[in-house]
């Protein structure tokens, strides 16, 4: 059975940092595209970003480019998404997911993965 656990989240001040963790069980990350979804209050959950199965490419919504890292330590079976330049606009509760066969063109695509954790708070305070 699969379970994704997220944790690092918090409270930050605007411009601040934190680092997200997702530990993964029940599944190997080198057979999964793993990302991070977020979800503000009243909106739609959105693409944060993703790392391929190879971890040789990943991929970052606009928002989150130059400020924003997902990684992977596929020993630990952990996903990462470290997060710069924290900006009151990314409070959200950030999700990991995973799915085996999701399609690259519609890797931005919440309704693509199969597996989900249950969440961490960032809030941010400005």
């Known amino acids: 059975q699969v379970h994704l656990v997220e944790s690092g989240g918090g409270l930050v001040q605007a411009g601040g940092s934190l680092r997200l963790s997702c530990e993964a069980s029940?599944?190997?990350?080198?057979?999964?595209?793993m990302a991070w979804f977020r979800q503000a209050p009243g909106k739609e959950r959105e693409f944060v970003a993703a790392?391929?199965?190879?971890?040789?490419?990943?991929w970052l919504d606009d928002s989150a480019r130059g400020r924003f890292t997902i990684s992977k330590d596929n020993a630990k079976n952990t996903v990462y998404l470290q997060m710069n330049s924290i900006k009151p606009e990314d409070a959200a509760v950030y999700y990991c997911?995973?799915?085996?066969?999701?399609?690259?063109?519609?890797?931005?695509?919440?309704?693509?993965?199969?597996?989900w954790g249950q969440g961490t708070q960032v809030t941010v305070s400005s």
């Open positions: 997911a995973a799915d085996q066969g999701v399609i690259l063109s519609q890797i931005r695509s919440y309704r693509q993965y199969d597996y």
């Open positions: 790392i391929a199965r190879s971890g040789g490419n990943t």
């Open positions: 029940g599944l190997t990350l080198r057979r999964y595209v």
